[in-house]
T-cell receptor
């Protein structure tokens, strides 16, 4: 099955700085890569996703890059704000079958005011 | 997402007891999923269902059971065979319709149920 690794497990940045979270996956058949943000005690919320036919996708301060050859993808948050503090999860999925998501272990991001 | 409702928010289980967690969605999604979340770990898939009256085991199905009698509902039963049930349980749903070549649509989550042992 798919194995998704996520680094770092914790990340602290000063407000206004950028944050980068990296994930690798093992199954070359995976072609859908969402990122979820989870605040304490709340549901994970999709913040951005990318499919393997593109190398980069951007939505305001958030961007995701994908390197299919190296089997890794990254989340970039620019101009971080205290409300960006949360746990972020990456995931990978194949294009066929049950759309099962395989999640990374999460990164706890703290933005220091 | 307001379209997925999980209940109860907190649940306590006694030794030897089965408990059922409810998940209802009004998004008209075909697929539904149950995940377990433990501290320091990512979400792990327990069971999933792509259509009514069909479901499949995920990575950690032992000690759990599900049913999918209606499109809107996918309840999860934590049986007494699950020896370490304390966790945060999340239900999700997604569409399976094809858009171009892609069948993967985003999964949307409920607010979760926190299960503890008495």
């Amino acid at each position: 099955g798919e194995n998704v690794e996520q680094h770092p497990s914790t990340l602290s940045v000063q407000e206004g700085d950028s944050a980068v979270i990296k994930c690798t996956y093992s199954d070359s058949a995976s072609n859908y890569f969402p990122w979820y943000k989870q605040e304490l005690g709340k549901r994970p919320q999709l913040i951005i996703d990318i499919r393997s036919n593109v190398g980069e996708k951007k939505d305001q301060r958030i961007a995701v890059t994908l390197n299919k050859t190296a089997k890794h993808f990254s989340l970039h948050i620019t101009e971080t704000q205290p409300e960006d503090s949360a746990v972020y999860f990456c995931a990978a999925s194949k294009g066929t079958g049950a759309n099962n998501l395989f999640f990374g272990t999460g990164t706890r991001l703290t933005v220091i005011p | 997402d307001g379209g997925i409702t999980q209940s109860p928010k907190y649940l306590f289980r006694k030794e030897g007891q089965n408990v059922t967690l409810s998940c209802e969605q009004n998004l008209n999604h075909d697929a539904m999923y149950w995940y377990r979340q433990d501290p320091g770990q990512g979400l792990r898939l327990i069971y999933y269902s792509q259509i009514v009256n069909d479901f499949q085991k995920g990575d950690i199905a032992e000690g759990y059971s599900v049913s999918r009698e209606k499109k809107e509902s996918f309840p999860l039963t934590v049986t007494s065979a699950q020896k370490n049930p304390t966790a945060f349980y999340l239900c999700a749903s997604s569409n399976r319709k094809l858009i171009g070549d892609w069948s993967n649509q985003p999964q949307h989550f409920g607010d979760g149920t926190r299960l503890s042992i008495l």
